[in-house]
T-cell receptor
Framework: AQTVTQSQPEMSVQEAETVTLSCTYD???????LFWYKQPPSRQMILVIR??????QNATENRFSVNFQKAAKSFSLKISDSQLGDAAMYFC???????????????FGKGITLSVRP | SQTIHQWPATLVQPVGSPLSLECTVE??????LYWYRQAAGRGLQLLFY??????ISSEVPQNLSASRPQDRQFILSSKKLLLSDSGFYLC?????????????FGEGSWLTVV
């Protein structure tokens, strides 16, 4: 079974600075997807960024980018120019490349609470 | 575009009362549907998933059940709520198209069992 580990329960960053959130995962599959979701105080889960395992290039979305190290099974999220609105809980998630049945589910890490200092 | 809605947003129910949370998806057909629960301050736990009408798979044994009476409707139910059923419930969907592999979530439902 796949597992996702987020070992840092909390992090803090100064506004306008850069912060990196860590995530590791364990799988025997070669075809999979990795995600970072943001959960603000409203509790709605918002997709931040997605990475396909078969792509060597790291995904980027505006101020958000990932460092995907497939061999090390590491998937960290970098937030540049941090803003107050970035304060939230961030979840790393894994999904099998197969979209059928149980393989189509997301496996989540326990999340990390990010605070942004003004 | 696709949207997902779930309701009610908040409810307070006494122990032993029934529960019905509903989720609908618009703008897509034959989605995979999911119910997740998030206990206070914790990660997300998959409760049920469905790959088609009437097809429900349970991830953990519990006091809850799920049903999918229509293609884009997913219902979470309980006949008798327990205190431990309190939490934040999230419905989610994904397309079976591999090119659209992201799972999207509804707004969530807060359940407090008293």
């Amino acid at each position: 079974a796949q597992t996702v580990t987020q070992s840092q329960p909390e992090m803090s960053v100064q506004e306008a600075e850069t912060v990196t959130l860590s995530c590791t995962y364990d799988t025997s599959e070669s075809d999979y997807y990795l995600f970072w979701y943001k959960q603000p105080p409203s509790r709605q889960m918002i997709l931040v960024i997605r990475q396909e395992a078969y792509k060597q290039q790291n995904a980027t979305e505006n101020r958000f980018s990932v460092n995907f190290q497939k061999a090390a099974k590491s998937f960290s999220l970098k937030i540049s120019d941090s803003q107050l609105g970035d304060a939230a809980m961030y979840f790393c998630a894994y999904r099998s490349g197969s979209v059928t049945g149980a393989n189509s589910k997301l496996t989540f890490g326990k999340g990390i609470t990010l605070s942004v200092r003004p | 575009s696709q949207t997902i809605h779930q309701w009610p947003a908040t409810l307070v129910q006494p122990v032993g009362s029934p529960l019905s949370l509903e989720c609908t998806v618009e703008g897509t057909s034959n989605p995979n549907l999911y119910w997740y629960r998030q206990a206070a301050g914790r990660g997300l736990q998959l409760l049920f998933y469905s790959v088609g009408i009437g097809q429900i798979s349970s991830e953990v044994p519990q006091n809850l059940s799920a049903s999918r009476p229509q293609d884009r409707q997913f219902i979470l139910s309980s006949k008798k709520l327990l205190l431990s059923d309190s939490g934040f419930y999230l419905c989610a969907w994904t397309s079976v198209d591999r090119t659209r592999n992201t799972i999207y979530f509804g707004e969530g439902s807060w359940l407090t069992v008293v």
